[in-house]
Nanobody, 119 residues
């Protein structure tokens, strides 16, 4: 399984951004994580294709929303009201099992896309 994350860039505080993750083949779950320099990798959200269910880290619920397209095998992560502390590299990861917040469980990883929030 190959994953391609896209949509990152330089964004002003308060704006919104959509990140997309495209998988090369059908997969059960895609999760989103982020990692800022010097910080641990954080789980943000995940999407299960079988039933379109979504899960969120409570710390980010409300500003983050995730959606998936089973036909295109893509999962989008929308981040609203961006803050400078959202600056990080955002990764999507896929797994053949259920949604998990532990990044070590995911089998496949994309290369990540950088998001920088700055005025």
């Amino acid at each position: 399984v190959q994953l391609q994350a896209s949509g990152g860039g330089l964004v002003q505080p308060g704006n919104s951004l959509k990140l997309s993750c495209a998988a090369s083949t059908r997969i059960y779950t895609i999760g989103w994580f982020r990692e800022a320099p010097g910080q641990d990798r954080e789980w943000l959200s995940c999407f299960k294709f079988r039933d379109n269910s979504t899960y969120y880290n409570d710390d980010f619920k409300g500003r983050f929303s995730v959606s998936g397209d089973r036909a295109r095998i893509t999962v989008d992560l929308r981040i609203h009201t961006l803050k400078p502390e959202d600056t990080a590299k955002y990764y999507c990861a896929a797994d053949s099992g259920g949604c998990a917040s532990d990044w070590r469980i995911y089998q496949y990883w994309g290369q990540g896309t950088q998001v920088t929030v700055s005025s």
